[in-house]
């Protein structure tokens, strides 16, 4: 600071004190008022119904699984103290081990496909007259039942069915094996990415349907063409609902369950093991054919896919955060 400045500063004469302001109370302080705090009284009055419902149906559910998954128990006798060796008995086994493979090839395989048809589909519909009658035929297999499914596969795909037939019309005298052990898992694949494509490609138009139309006028003038306009356009302004749609899809594909009993198993037996997912494991352990119930290993199955659909979501939502676009 320059001498002169300082001089002039120090030389001023200084402002007489007078009375002594006083504080503003609390609720100014904070700038609440009285909107504000009725805001705050009734918060807890409507939470707390919500809050009590999720505790005793999700969070008290959870806490017993986890205490479960410490024990040795039936169902029916005394539960008997393991610890964790539930889980290093777990981790050993090898047919958990593929059901864990089986689980995430249907999470990451089957949800690229899903999205990728789903994008492409929402590329071409966005440009259709009669888009709105598209996406109820597409919409449509979700209203099935998975049972309808595992009887149509098994009509369609025998040896003796519609599929096969046609292949020996054109020349094919030996067809692929559908139905067998190493077609199984792809047989589910293709089922659920056909049912859930229509189920996301409609939530994603319905976010589209939402976008102004001046921005795709706006692209157009500038050149853009169909793929441009989705890239630039369509996907930024969509986004939130597209990372919704992904954490749906991790959560669905966990539990996945009949189309794996219905596609491989029968009245008398379950399907074979290199099909089965997570979901199809704790069932086998909590039901068994032809030994007693093992809770804690099936309690200890679920608390380790609870755990990864909790870590992939959590990475997912990371990684997809984005700034939101306002129009």
Not at 116 to 126: D, W
Not at 148 to 177: E, M, N, R, W, Y
């Amino acid at each position: 600071m320059p001498t002169l400045l300082r001089a002039s500063l120090r030389d001023s004469p200084r402002p007489r004190s007078g009375p002594a302001r006083q504080a503003p109370p609390a609720s100014a302080r904070r700038g609440a008022g009285p909107l504000q705090a009725r805001q705050r009284r009734t918060f807890w009055p409507f939470t707390a119904p919500a809050l009590l419902t999720y505790g005793v149906l999700f969070l008290a559910p959870v806490g017993y699984a986890v205490w479960t998954s410490l024990h040795k128990w039936d169902g029916m006798g005394t539960m008997q103290w393991r610890g964790l060796r539930n889980y290093q008995l777990l981790f050993q086994d090898p047919y958990f081990r593929t059901a864990l493979v089986n689980t995430l090839k249907l999470m990451f395989v089957g949800g690229t496909v899903t999205f990728a048809i789903s994008f492409a589909l929402t590329l071409v519909l966005r440009e259709m007259r009669a888009r709105l009658f598209a996406r109820s035929v597409l919409f449509f297999p979700c209203l099935v039942n998975g049972m309808v499914f595992g009887i149509a596969a098994g009509f369609l795909f025998s040896p003796t069915g519609p599929v096969d037939q046609v292949l020996h019309v054109l020349g094919v005298t030996t067809p692929p094996k559908w139905l067998s052990t190493d077609n199984l898992l792809p047989m589910i694949l293709s089922t659920l990415i056909w049912t859930a494509t229509g189920y996301y490609t409609s939530i994603i138009m319905a976010a589209v349907d939402q976008i102004p139309q001046y921005l795709y006028e706006a692209a157009e003038l500038d050149g853009a063409n169909a793929f441009q306009r989705f890239r630039h356009v369509t996907l930024p302004c969509a986004w939130d609902v597209v990372s919704v749609c992904a954490v749906l899809w991790t959560v669905s594909s966990v539990k996945i369950f009949e189309l794996i009993l219905l596609f491989g198993g029968t009245s008398s037996a379950y399907p074979p093991a290199d099909s089965w997912n997570t979901a199809m494991y704790v069932y086998a352990e909590a039901f068994p054919q032809a030994t007693t119930p093992r809770l804690g290993t099936a309690t200890a199955a679920a608390i380790v896919s609870l755990l990864m659909v909790t870590v992939v979501t959590l990475v997912l939502r990371r990684l997809m955060r984005r700034d939101p676009v306002e129009y």
